[in-house]
């Protein structure tokens, strides 16, 4: 069951291709050229039909061949004049009309000499070659193929040179010489292989797998012939896969292994009569032997028949050699020993005239057994020692042959094996050249590459100089703008305290004086206020408080510019009054912590602090929406800190330098003018932390 599955599955495979390797579109659109063409493109277009039709239409392949002669002759065009010989000289090589092929071949022959076109000379003496071989004018073929090697290594045609191989190789089979014929099937398989041409390789495989076959080494010929299937199916070649699977057939029949062989032949006949081929002599004749094999006497003969019908009708005597002896046998089997005389006689003759001894020896022994059969001993005995005769001198040959051939494969294998280490010692050499060019390639470039890093290291340093020169420049030049923002910012500060200190002054002594004098004079009206009317008293006592209040603000004004309580107290009252100030203005809440103010500083010291914390409050309430407050003054023994903390808004120090409000850079100014350090701590929603050092001893 298995079997049948995969038979039927390979059945399967090969009909999608066989469809697909149909020439009928090839055919079809020649075809429609015809009437489109005119002249030398119509003679090539009948040369092409004619090859298209050569293997399934030999009568239209003949009539396209004709046409093509006919015009070429018209227009004296000589080259497709010489091509229309080749067609029908090879149409009527096929069919054994050899006279008449030989007339055609020489005719073509004769034009490209004229022309002296090698590449037609050499396609004409190969046809001829073939018809000398069919001749069975052996040396003559081979004179005629060393002829056409001569001309295609001129032409350096590495294709046609390993056919050329292939067939000196079926030459030298047909004369009996095995070994020669081995040698050149080897050559033809290592050139193809070696060129890569998959369709030659498929042929000299199927060549040197029926050379195995006759040589009964039926494993190797398997081998060989599995290689070839393979290829066959790759490239879809479905003509020289039906020759394949026939050899194969015959592999495994004359292996006795009959359902295998089975398999193949019709797998092969499948293949043949899709695609119209009519030479089906060979298959019939192997489908018969199965049969036969199988006692199934006549299935065989029947097969047999249609065999030697198709043979005799192709004039393939060669065929006829093998058909006449196996259907010989079958009649034997069946006992009918007139018929199985008639067939082996027939056999033999032809075996003898073609050279056969291994059919010959099959032959003779096959009549022998028939005479004996029929109890004619005295012809059975005569047949029987003719038969010994040539089968001692077969084994004699044989034995030469194997020693031979395998002297010849050992020398083939010494040849690869010389040629696997030439091969490794040329590839050792090239690889230490390679090594060695790319060695010195290396070199070149890391010493490229070194000076270019060095060029571009020394180009960077001088860049890298000149943008220093350049940032130093820049900063000097930053630094002066600095230099004299600080000492704008310090005169302005100082112009600021200046102003503040002669505005208090001068609010003290001027106005406040002046204010003084005013309520001497109102307290002399008081006195007689008596005398006044009452409505008069009334704006008199509005006007008193005025001027009380006049005078209060004079105070504070005086106190907020220069703080009293500042000069007399020192720097923690001054700032616990700014403190109270803020939080009974401001509503927020302030802390003040200090530690180590026991003993006062230095006046202008105390009020550069009271004017930082000051201006930090004031920004706190400008810009921080701020709810807490905390100040911090701590004196060590040379510095005094100052830290002062809010809950505010916060922002964004890395932009500090971007500000271009007087609050921190004044602050800052203050700061480095006093030659201490501040540092701003904030971030957006949480709070900001400043922190002052500046030194005790100025």
Known sequence: MTKTINFLCYLFMLFSFLVRSQPAKTIDSLTQLVSAQEG???????????????????????????????????????????????????????????????????KALALEEKEQNLSGIGRAKIQLAILYRKQQDYNKAIVLYNECLLIQKRLNSQKKIARIYRNIAVLYKTKNEPIKALEYYHKSIDLS????????????????????????????AIIILEKGRKLCIALQDSIQLSSILLNLGGSYNDMKKLDTAFTYFKQSLVIKEKLGIKKLAPIYNNIGSVEEMRDHFDKAIAYYQKSIAIAQQNKNELQLIDTYHNIGRAYKKKKQYSEALDYYFKALALAKKHKREYRVLDILSGIGKVYELSEDYQNASRYNEEHIVIRNQLEKQARQHEAAMQLLSEERNKNKILKAEKATATAEIKRKTTQLIALITGCILLTLLFFTLFRSYRLKKQNQLVLQKEKTKQAEIEELLKSQELKS???????????????????????????SVVKIHYKSVEENLEKMK???????????????????????????????????????????????????????????????????????????????????????????????????????????????IDNGDGFDTTHIHTFSGMGIK?????????????????????GTTVTIDIPKNL
């Not at 100014?669 to 929603?685: A, K, M, Q, T």
Request: net charge negative; glycine share 6%; charged share 25%.
């Open 40 to 106: 030398i493109e119509l003679a090539k277009t009948f040369n092409e039909l004619s090859w298209e039709y050569m293997y399934t239409n030999d009568s239209l392949a003949i009539a396209y061949a004709k046409k093509a002669e006919e015009l070429s002759n018209v227009l004296d065009y000589a080259p497709e004049l010489a091509t229309s010989y080749i067609r029908q000289g090879t149409i009527y090589l096929i069919n054994n009309r050899l006279e008449v092929a030989k007339e055609n071949l020489n």
């Open 193 to 220: 292989d070696s060129i890569q041409d998959t369709k030659g390789l498929i042929k000299a495989y199927k060549n040197l797998g029926a050379f195995y076959n006759d040589q009964k080494q039926y494993q190797k």
């Open 489 to 515: 910012i310090h005169a302005m500060i100082d112009g600021q305290e200046k102003e503040r200190k002669r505005i208090a002054q001068d609010l003290h002594d001027r106005l406040g004086s002046m204010l």
């Open 534 to 644: 009452s409505d008069a008293k009334g704006q008199y006592d509005q006007a008193n408080k005025l001027l009380d209040e006049a005078c209060v603000a004079v105070r504070e004004i005086s106190h907020n510019m220069v703080s009293g309580v500042l000069t007399k107290f020192g720097l923690i009252p001054a700032l616990q009054e700014l403190k109270n100030n803020v939080e009974n203005a401001a509503k927020i809440e302030v802390e003040l912590i200090d530690y180590g103010f026991d003993d006062r500083v230095d006046n202008e010291l105390e009020i550069s602090i009271y004017r930082i914390v000051q201006e930090l409050i004031g920004n706190i309430l400008k810009h921080a929406n701020a709810t807490e407050i905390s100040i911090q003054l701590l004196k060590k023994e040379a510095i005094i800190n100052i830290t002062v």
């Open 666 to 686: 004044g602050i800052q100014s203050r700061v480095e003018n006093l030659n201490g350090e501040v540092l701003f701590d904030s971030g957006r929603g949480n």
